[in-house]
């Protein structure tokens, strides 16, 4: 059962004559929906009406104490909406991060840990 389980993950060699499955590029669009789309504020900040294209950065800043003067959100609202900016900002950063880990992940399970033989995968 272990080892099937590693196999599937592509951690543990496959049968012999077997490719490990590669999830890498599902696991990318994954993250990249989460980060981009998923945690994006703009939806929210549409919604309650404080969506400024000309500094879409500075929005919550700039016009949250005013939108909750005005009774266009709640105060817990506002909060949340800023939480929710600061983990996009956040998942944003560690994408790259997280595209070159995936990356050298596979070089090292594709190659084996032959990094001195020239990059060669083992016969």
Known sequence: MQSSLLTFLGLHAAASGQQPANYAPAFLIANWLYAYCALSTRFSKRAVGLDHNAS????????GDAAVSAGKLSRRRLAQIQRMEGAHQNSVEGFTFFVAAGEFLFCALRFGGNWGSGYLPPD
């Open 56 to 63: 879409p950065r500075e929005d919550l800043s700039k016009y």
